[in-house]
């Protein structure tokens, strides 16, 4: 009888299971554990379709930009961002950087009222000089102009302090630093109908996630609902990282209205979305979607003399339209 077949196949067998032991270059473990989405939020956000509503509205946000629904909004009066949001359409990635300080006073109300309709909405508070770092805010007066048929109402609702582009009018410029402490500022100020109200000095730090960058996708990529879609990107996770859909303004390059939110806390720059989660995705008529990878990390914060709750948030954005099929 020939041995030696079974004896090279041993040293095979041998070979394989040293090999497997080693940390090999070539693996499938990166497919193996990779995380999930821990909350899935359908989203019912409708755009204003009201006979008075507003041309360009400053202080509302939109989820490319900011990582926030307008039910986050509404849960914190006062917002204090800072952002950098890469997006990546048919004609290539714009980039932009911005930081904003906005609270409402919701014990002030402007309001407008006439042959066209009815308006009103919170007073925006002017918290004094305030900094980023060692640059100051610009302080914007916020118009919003009110759209009839025949003509357009001009109303100011007060300020906001902001640097850099926003995606509304330009401010002082900034560059938005990964993993970077910032410290937000501002001197306070006296605010109210009669100044009743005095917001005190405040200083507040916050330290901005990693840059993320998508991988695993291109501008316009296909996504089919029948397979899981994984997720890979550039950049160290921040506190908690969210991926939404919205339907695509093509016209104007932005998100229109958010479809589904998934949020998830991985722990590397990688997530899957199963098969199941993209089907509930709703379609629209083109089968185009801006997906949102938002890495972030914010906290719940207090100011002395301001009653409402203020979100302090940094957010690392990168936008990207794909087909859903």
Same mark, same amino acid.
């Given at each position: 009888?020939?041995?030696?077949?079974?004896?090279?196949?041993?040293?095979?067998?041998?070979? *394989?299971?040293?090999?497997?032991? =080693?940390?090999?270059?070539?693996?499938?473990? +990166?497919?193996?554990?990779?995380?999930?989405?821990?909350?899935?939020?359908?989203?019912?956000?409708?755009? +204003?379709?009201?006979?008075?509503?507003?041309?360009?509205? /400053?202080? /509302?946000?939109?989820?490319?930009?900011?990582?926030?629904?307008?039910?986050?909004?509404?849960?914190?009066?006062?917002?204090?961002?800072?952002?950098?949001?890469?997006?990546?359409?048919?004609?290539?990635?714009?980039?932009?950087?911005?930081?904003?300080?906005?609270?409402?006073?919701? =014990?002030?109300?402007? &309001?407008?009222?006439?042959? &066209?309709?009815?308006?009103? !909405?919170?007073?925006?508070? +002017?918290?004094?000089?305030?900094?980023?770092?060692?640059?100051?805010?610009?302080?914007?007066?916020?118009?919003? /102009?009110?759209?009839? *048929?025949?003509? *357009?109402?001009?109303?100011?609702?007060?300020?906001?302090?902001?640097?850099g582009n926003d995606g509304n009018q330009p401010a002082r410029p900034m560059q938005y630093l990964p993993q970077h402490t910032y410290f937000?500022?501002? =001197?306070?100020?006296?605010?109210?109908?009669?100044?009743?109200?005095?917001?005190?000095?405040?200083?507040?730090?916050? /330290?901005?996630?990693?840059?993320?960058?998508?991988?695993?996708?291109?501008?316009?990529?296909?996504?089919?609902? !029948?397979?899981?879609?994984?997720?890979? &990107?550039?950049? #160290?996770?921040?506190?908690?990282?969210?991926?939404?859909?919205?339907?695509?303004? #093509?016209?104007?390059?932005?998100?229109?209205?958010p479809l589904i939110q998934f949020t998830a806390y991985p722990r590397n720059g990688a997530l899957t979305i199963s098969s199941k989660l993209?089907?509930?995705?709703?379609?629209?008529?083109?089968g185009k979607v801006l997906l949102s990878l938002i890495s972030v990390n914010q906290v719940e914060v207090s100011l002395e003399g301001y009653?409402?709750? *203020?979100?302090? =948030?940094?957010?690392?954005?990168?936008?990207?339209?794909?087909?859903?099929?």
């Amino acid at each position: 009888m020939n041995l030696r077949i079974p004896y090279i196949i041993l040293l095979g067998a041998l070979f *394989v299971l040293q090999a497997c032991r =080693q940390n090999n270059p070539i693996t499938l473990q +990166d497919e193996i554990g990779l995380d999930e989405p821990v909350e899935v939020l359908f989203l019912k956000e409708q755009p +204003d379709t009201t006979s008075t509503s507003s041309v360009k509205d /400053q202080t /509302q946000t939109t989820v490319d930009l900011t990582g926030l629904l307008r039910s986050d909004e509404r849960n914190y009066p006062g917002t204090i961002l800072i952002g950098g949001v890469k997006t990546d359409l048919e004609g290539g990635r714009s980039s932009l950087s911005y930081s904003r300080i906005l609270l409402r006073d919701l =014990q002030d109300t402007v &309001w407008a009222k006439g042959g &066209w309709g009815y308006f009103s !909405d919170n007073r925006l508070i +002017d918290v004094g000089r305030a900094t980023l770092d060692d640059v100051e805010f610009d302080v914007t007066q916020i118009i919003t /102009q009110l759209r009839t *048929v025949n003509f *357009v109402v001009p109303l100011s609702v007060g300020v906001i302090h902001k640097l850099g582009n926003d995606g509304n009018q330009p401010a002082r410029p900034m560059q938005y630093l990964p993993q970077h402490t910032y410290f937000i500022s501002a =001197q306070g100020k006296r605010y109210g109908k009669n100044g009743e109200h005095e917001l005190k000095k405040f200083q507040l730090p916050i /330290q901005s996630p990693d840059e993320v960058t998508i991988t695993s996708l291109q501008s316009n990529s296909f996504v089919f609902r !029948d397979e899981d879609m994984v997720l890979r &990107w550039r950049g #160290e996770p921040g506190q908690r990282t969210k991926v939404i859909f919205s339907t695509y303004d #093509e016209k104007n390059g932005r998100a229109e209205t958010p479809l589904i939110q998934f949020t998830a806390y991985p722990r590397n720059g990688a997530l899957t979305i199963s098969s199941k989660l993209l089907k509930l995705i709703p379609s629209t008529n083109t089968g185009k979607v801006l997906l949102s990878l938002i890495s972030v990390n914010q906290v719940e914060v207090s100011l002395e003399g301001y009653p409402s709750k *203020v979100l302090l =948030q940094a957010a690392s954005i990168h936008n990207m339209v794909v087909s859903l099929r």
